[in-house]
């Protein structure tokens, strides 16, 4: 099982960027899907995370600015960023909850991060 970020890059203040991420491989079931970010020397901090039936959560320092969305049949999750701010470079990774079995037994599975940089 593989989880691919794609779209992260450097972008201005009050600025947009859209990421990806598709799980591939042996994928039988995901429950929930999301993405964290993290910065040098800090913990990794969840940002937001989707349910397979769409119920989100969001951290507070990204409500009203940020969206997560899934498609169930393509395993992909996306995070549309829009009015980036200076605070939210980071390096963004993808999580899925996943089973790769038909035991169903769920495991933890993690993209390799995608840089996203809010500078003028």
């Known amino acids: 099982v593989q989880l691919v970020e794609s779209g992260g890059g450097l972008v201005q203040p009050g600025g947009s960027l859209r990421l990806s991420c598709v799980a591939s491989?042996?994928?039988?079931?995901?429950?929930?899907m999301g993405w964290y970010r993290q910065n040098p020397g800090k913990q990794r901090e969840l940002v937001a995370a989707?349910?397979?039936?769409?119920?989100?959560n969001y951290s507070d320092s990204v409500k009203g600015r940020f969206t997560i969305s899934r498609d169930n049949a393509k395993n992909t999750v996306y995070l549309q960023m829009n009015s980036l701010k200076p605070e939210d470079t980071a390096v963004y990774y993808c999580?899925?909850?996943?089973?790769?079995?038909?035991?169903?037994?769920?495991?933890?599975?993690w993209g390799q991060g995608t840089q996203v940089t809010v500078s003028s």
């Open positions: 999580h899925a909850d996943l089973a790769p079995d038909i035991d169903y037994r769920h495991y933890d599975y």
């Open positions: 989707i349910s397979r039936e769409g119920s989100t």
């Open positions: 491989g042996s994928v039988v079931s995901i429950r929930f």
